[in-house]
Nanobody, 123 residues
Framework: VQLQASGGGLVQAGGSLRLSCVAS????????VGWFRQTPGKEREFVAA????????NYADSVKGRFTISREKAKNMVYMQMNSLKPEDTAVYYC?????????????????WGQGTQVTVSS
């Protein structure tokens, strides 16, 4: 399975972006999918995840109420709607797939990673 993240960009504080993660060379319909982010000099951190069915989601406390993760199985896509963006949301965002299907907040549970997409929020 190959994952590709897109949708990043430059936005002002308070604005919105929608990130997309598409799977190719396989399907993620039975996988959990998570979004993680990383800034220079810091460890990659959990942002949000969704389980294989789409009925269970997890969010980092820092994004609860602002970000929403969803999936569209027919298109092998996972999205993350990011609203009320803050400068501290600036990072490279990565999507990842978890074969077990749970969509956990732990990096080590993820087997496939996409390349990142840059999100920059200006103040």
């Amino acid at each position: 399975v190959q994952l590709q993240a897109s949708g990043g960009g430059l936005v002002q504080a308070g604005g919105s972006l929608r990130l997309s993660c598409v799977a190719s060379r396989g399907t993620v319909s039975t996988y959990g999918v998570g979004w993680f982010r990383q800034t220079p000099g810091k460890e990659r951190e959990f942002v949000a995840a969704i389980n294989w069915s789409g009925r269970s989601t997890n969010y980092a406390d820092s994004v609860k109420g602002r970000f929403t993760i969803s999936r569209e199985k027919a298109k092998n896509m996972v999205y993350m709607q990011m609203n009320s963006l803050k400068p501290e949301d600036t990072a490279v965002y990565y999507c990842a797939a978890d074969r077990a299907g749970y969509g956990t907040p732990r990096l080590r549970d993820y087997h496939y990673w996409g390349q990142g997409t840059q999100v920059t929020v200006s103040s």
